[in-house]
Structures are given as structure tokens and as C-alpha cells.
């Protein structure tokens, strides 16, 4: 089955850690995003790809960095510079950077004490 | 600035029908998106509409009026899993989605 997997679901760190989350793909689609989402809120737009090797900010990218070294993947950090990194992550791919509609992986709930 | 506005809240029963309205202050986007997010899970592609008009999948329809800068998601004939959010989005230029703060639909028996 064809489909986007985020791993781990639930995260737990310390304040001043690094953490990645890591998202695959094998729908052999050319653009990935990453999203935050916090409680009661909709979704922002972190970093996005459009092919691999390059990728983009987006709205809220500061205490964030991506890396694109395979097409099927797409990880993201969040470090130590992020403010407040608690929140509801979300992996996306869409099939090209003009494409409509999103395929979103299951996220990951990152909470840092 | 860019902005999408939905009403956070809509509560109806079941069978109704319920209107999500998504207002926008945005311009050169290439169309508008629903999507629809259980509690904890992902969201869902539910419609698009890149023209003007009326876009039509089975209870679910979905309008769009560029002039008017504003769209609107129906939901017909509402059943309890329909409880959810619904999130409308814009396609900007090379591929940066813009999601509007969602709408929480609450159906009761």
C-alpha cells in the first residue's frame, strides 16, 4: 500500500535537545512539506520540498531544518533554538508543487519538558 | 496580509445540512482545497475547486467564488462520523499551502 509513514507517533525530550522526525514516502512523489499544528489551531507551513535536494521555508521555519537527500524522504529537525517545540507534526506529499491535494502521514506528537 | 477565516465552531444534528463558510484575503493562488481532520489523526483531501462554481462528490460539495474572495464547504445529510474539523487551503505559487484555522463540526443525534 502506498502511503506516507511518520515514526515515532509520540516523542518525549528535555529542553536543549535536537530531535528528528522522520518521514518516508512511496507514492514517488516530487513534494513534501512538514506542518505544525498546535491544539485548536490549523496547520502551518514549517519547510517544503518540491524535489529533491532543494527545499523551501515556509512561514514558521526558524528552530527548524529539513534535509531532501532522497526523494522518499523528507526528516525534520527541530532544535534547540525553537522556542516552543510541544506540538502536533505533520508530514505531507503532494505530486507536484502545483498539485491540489495533499497526502498527510499519521504525524508525531513531539512534547519537550 | 494572506488570510483565511473560517468559524471555529458549527453544531448540527444528524441529517441536517451545515455550511462551512472560508472567507480569504489572499490573491494568485491556484485554487481551494477542503480537507477534514479527526480528532488525533491526519487530515483528509475531501474537494478542490479551481474554478468558479460548484464542485460536487457525493455529500460533501464545495463552492468557490473568486470575486467574492470567498468559498464554502456543504455537508448534506450529516451522520455522527462527520464530527470532525474542516480546514480549507489555498495553493499559493510553487507548491506553499496556506490552511485556514478549521472549523469544528459537532453533529448530535
Given at each position: 500500500d502506498g502511503g506516507i509513514t511518520q515514526s515515532p507517533k509520540y516523542l518525549f525530550r528535555k529542553e536543549g535537545q535536537n530531535v528528528t522526525l522522520s518521514c518516508e514516502q512511496n507514492?514517488?512523489?516530487?513534494a513534501m512539506y512538514w506542518y505544525r499544528q498546535d491544539p485548536g489551531q490549523g496547520l502551518r507551513l514549517i519547510y517544503y520540498s518540491q524535489i529533491v535536494n532543494d527545499f523551501q521555508k515556509g512561514d514558521i521555519a526558524e528552530g527548524y531544518s529539513v534535509s531532501r537527500?532522497?526523494?522518499?524522504s523528507f526528516p525534520l529537525t527541530v532544535t534547540?533554538?525553537?522556542?516552543?517545540?510541544t506540538a502536533f507534526y505533520l508530514c505531507a506529499s503532494s505530486?507536484?508543487?502545483?498539485?491540489y491535494e495533499q497526502y498527510f502521514g499519521p504525524g508525531t506528537r513531539l512534547t519537550v519538558t | 496580509g494572506q488570510s483565511l477565516e473560517q468559524p471555529s465552531e458549527v453544531t448540527a444534528v444528524e441529517g441536517a445540512i451545515v455550511q462551512i463558510n472560508c472567507t480569504y484575503q489572499t490573491s494568485g493562488f491556484y485554487g481551494l482545497s477542503w480537507y477534514q481532520q479527526h480528532d488525533g489523526g491526519a487530515p483528509t483531501f475531501l474537494s478542490y475547486n479551481a474554478l468558479d462554481g460548484l464542485e460536487e462528490t457525493g455529500r460533501f460539495s464545495s463552492f468557490l467564488s473568486r470575486s467574492d474572495s470567498y468559498g464554502y464547504l456543504l455537508l448534506q445529510e450529516?451522520?455522527?462520523?462527520?464530527s470532525a474539523s474542516y480546514f480549507c487551503a489555498v495553493c499559493h505559487s510553487w507548491g506553499k499551502f496556506q490552511f485556514g484555522a478549521g472549523t469544528q463540526v459537532v453533529v448530535t443525534p
Amino acid at each position: 500500500d502506498g502511503g506516507i509513514t511518520q515514526s515515532p507517533k509520540y516523542l518525549f525530550r528535555k529542553e536543549g535537545q535536537n530531535v528528528t522526525l522522520s518521514c518516508e514516502q512511496n507514492l514517488n512523489h516530487d513534494a513534501m512539506y512538514w506542518y505544525r499544528q498546535d491544539p485548536g489551531q490549523g496547520l502551518r507551513l514549517i519547510y517544503y520540498s518540491q524535489i529533491v535536494n532543494d527545499f523551501q521555508k515556509g512561514d514558521i521555519a526558524e528552530g527548524y531544518s529539513v534535509s531532501r537527500e532522497k526523494k522518499e524522504s523528507f526528516p525534520l529537525t527541530v532544535t534547540s533554538a525553537q522556542k516552543n517545540p510541544t506540538a502536533f507534526y505533520l508530514c505531507a506529499s503532494s505530486d507536484g508543487p502545483s498539485s491540489y491535494e495533499q497526502y498527510f502521514g499519521p504525524g508525531t506528537r513531539l512534547t519537550v519538558t | 496580509g494572506q488570510s483565511l477565516e473560517q468559524p471555529s465552531e458549527v453544531t448540527a444534528v444528524e441529517g441536517a445540512i451545515v455550511q462551512i463558510n472560508c472567507t480569504y484575503q489572499t490573491s494568485g493562488f491556484y485554487g481551494l482545497s477542503w480537507y477534514q481532520q479527526h480528532d488525533g489523526g491526519a487530515p483528509t483531501f475531501l474537494s478542490y475547486n479551481a474554478l468558479d462554481g460548484l464542485e460536487e462528490t457525493g455529500r460533501f460539495s464545495s463552492f468557490l467564488s473568486r470575486s467574492d474572495s470567498y468559498g464554502y464547504l456543504l455537508l448534506q445529510e450529516l451522520q455522527m462520523k462527520d464530527s470532525a474539523s474542516y480546514f480549507c487551503a489555498v495553493c499559493h505559487s510553487w507548491g506553499k499551502f496556506q490552511f485556514g484555522a478549521g472549523t469544528q463540526v459537532v453533529v448530535t443525534p
